[in-house]
């Protein structure tokens, strides 16, 4: 019994090294718990033990203290398990839920406009808008497969091109909505201008980010007998009146592809015709427009449909004149005159648009001689 019960012991103390080396904190103490017993019993106590176990059936008095301290070890580290999860329990904190759940991506612009494009359309697929097709020798180019492909090369010049596109549109249609008499042309142009910033997303706060995108020349307001580039200056006090016609040019560009577009305003009926006149001017520059036109015949084409309207203001007929020395032109990246014109009257300029150009189409119609003169005082 004595060799057995030796055994015994030097089991239990390797197996309690080994808990302290393969398991940290309260199975060591744990050990040492059990060793100090262990050496306060008498042999006696161990044999009465011994003897008991054998009587409740299990055969083996050792295995039987072996099995229980298996199961104090085992049961040490549940139970500092759950301590440690109830602790981590009391730790972790809720965070509060936020009102209204998460925000999706906005699904229309707001009023006024100030919603990013790029939101509305995060696929980065921008609306194509108007197309003119193809006409004459040039119609090849529908069907052709191979001018085809070459135009999906060219994807990423287009979808920069219909993003400033859709922005001018957005902010073009608010401000065709907004704009009232009484409103002085400061604010009108900080509207625009503030629009076109936040659908970009280029506020021209950083250094460098107006190359960037954001607006690609100042706005231009300009009343009755001032045809373009006027732009009202800080401290500016005119205000719209009923009574005017107001020519409200402004341009957006993304990565320097430049959309520049205008579009007149007058709140009083008279004045239809005129307004008239010159959209329908436009509309017959982009149908003639294309690969291989010559300027001379474009303007020819315009200059016939605006010069047929006129218009009658306060009991007396006008006829509608174009305005011979202002032109459309070419627009290069990052710059809005290229260096060709777009005439808007007959001429002998056989200069042809040619593949991979940009134009402007601009028509200018007036009441008067048809004729404008440079002013350059402040």
Not at 33 to 51: F, G, H, Q, R, Y
Not at 316 to 324: G, L, S
Not at 332 to 350: A, M, T
Request: charged letters at 30%.
């Amino acid at each position: 019994m004595a060799l057995r019960k030796t055994r015994w012991l030097r089991k239990l103390q390797m197996r309690l090294q080994t808990s302290r080396v393969g398991v940290s904190g309260r199975v060591q103490v744990l050990g040492k718990s059990i060793l100090k017993n262990l050496t306060v019993k008498d042999p006696e106590a161990v044999m009465a033990s011994a003897a008991a176990a054998k009587a409740n059936g299990n055969g083996n008095a050792p295995e039987a203290d072996d099995s229980e301290d298996e199961e104090d070890e085992k049961g040490a580290p549940a139970e500092g398990g759950a301590d440690g999860a109830a602790k981590k329990k009391r730790k972790r904190k809720r965070k509060p839920k936020k009102a209204g759940g998460a925000v999706a991506n906005p699904t229309k612009q707001s009023d006024p406009p100030r919603v990013l494009l790029s939101n509305l359309f995060p696929s980065g697929e921008y609306p194509v808008g108007q197309e003119v097709e193809y006409r004459d020798e040039n119609l090849y180019r529908t069907t052709n497969e191979e001018k085809r492909a070459l135009d999906r090369m060219n994807n990423d010049f287009l979808q920069e091109y219909r993003q400033g596109a859709e922005i001018h549109r957005q902010v073009r249609q608010w401000a065709q909505k907004n704009i009232k008499p009484g409103q002085s042309l400061t604010e009108i142009a900080e509207g625009i201008e503030d629009g076109v910033r936040a659908l970009t997303g280029h506020p021209g706060l950083e250094e460098g980010d107006n190359i960037k995108g954001g607006i690609a020349f100042p706005t231009g307001l300009n009343l009755d007998h001032i045809a373009a580039h006027y732009s009202p200056n800080a401290g500016n006090k005119t205000l719209l009146s009923k009574d005017n016609v107001m020519k409200v040019d402004f341009g957006v560009h993304i990565n320097g592809r430049i959309v520049d577009s205008a579009f007149t305003m007058a709140f009083d009926p008279m004045y239809d015709n005129l307004l008239e006149a010159v959209k329908q001017g436009t509309n017959t520059g982009i149908k003639e427009a294309g690969i291989d036109a010559r300027m001379g015949e474009i303007g020819a084409a315009i200059q016939e449909t605006m010069e047929s309207y006129e218009c009658e203001i306060n009991g007396k007929t006008y006829p509608i004149k174009c305005i011979r020395n202002l032109n459309g032109h070419d627009i290069r990246q990052w710059q809005i005159h290229g260096g060709k014109s777009v005439p808007i009257v007959k001429s002998n300029d056989q200069t042809k648009m040619e593949e991979g150009e940009v134009f402007a189409i601009e028509t200018f119609g007036s009441t008067g001689n048809g004729y404008v003169q440079d002013d350059v005082s402040l």
